[in-house]
């Protein structure tokens, strides 16, 4: 069953699915976020291609990096209703004003946690010190494909809603705006995120890999 089906599936389900895993072969790279992600200041950025070394050190990272990650992303479908003070009832205890004003309107949301595995944290930590460029540039290219893997599911879901007459909002993530981080003690256990993907949780409510991401995208109805 090809990921648009088995995401379709789930969207259409009402009741509380069981987690889904899909595998995604290798995004494209936007080679602009990749140097925001790893703080080269705008002007550096629109020199990159004239700037040897630069390029150079971005080819390094591109050859260190394959083989060492992969594209795995875990979700889930929730019906949702909405409580007497205006709140989205969801499977952790929130009271984000800023979820909520994300969520109107909507009737379902898809919980998802998506990683690119622990190689690329393993070349961050050797490369930081002995050569802080490089480091950096995995630093940042870490963060671009975690960030990509999430649009490719994000876009996947939206024309998944769109088939079925219904639409999506903007994914929101734990630990921004105004809903706590701590709310990962329970979305991770949802999605069987340790066994299945591989992620575990600090006390302190970090992932790691360091390369994943959590988020909740609202599914409005026809």
Do not use: H
């Amino acid at each position: 069953m090809d990921r648009e089906t088995i995401i379709e599936e789930a969207l259409t389900s009402e009741k509380k699915t069981i987690p889904q895993y899909l595998d995604y072969e290798t995004p494209s790279i936007n080679v602009t976020e990749w140097l925001r992600y790893s703080c080269i200041p705008i002007y550096e950025q629109e020199n990159a291609a004239k700037d040897p070394e630069l390029a150079a050190s971005m080819e390094r990272a591109l050859s260190l990096i394959a083989g060492q990650v992969s594209f795995r992303v875990g979700f889930l479908v929730v019906p949702i209703e909405w409580g007497e003070d205006g709140y989205p009832i969801l499977p952790f205890e929130q009271k984000s004003e800023k979820l909520k004003m994300n969520l109107q309107g909507c009737t379902k949301v898809v919980l998802f946690a998506a990683t690119i595995g622990s190689g690329i944290d393993r070349l961050i930590r050797r490369y930081e010190k002995a050569d802080p460029k490089l480091g950096l540039l995995l630093q940042g290219l870490g963060a671009e494909r975690v960030e990509s893997l999430c649009n490719a599911f994000d876009a996947e879901v939206k024309t998944c809603a769109e088939k079925l007459g219904g639409k999506t909002n903007w994914r929101y993530s734990p630990g921004y705006g105004d809903l706590p981080i701590e709310v990962q003690r329970v979305f991770l256990p949802l999605l069987d995120a340790e066994r299945r993907l591989g992620i575990t949780l600090s006390e302190s409510c970090l992932m790691a890999p360091s390369k994943s991401v959590t988020a909740i995208i609202g599914v409005l109805p026809k």
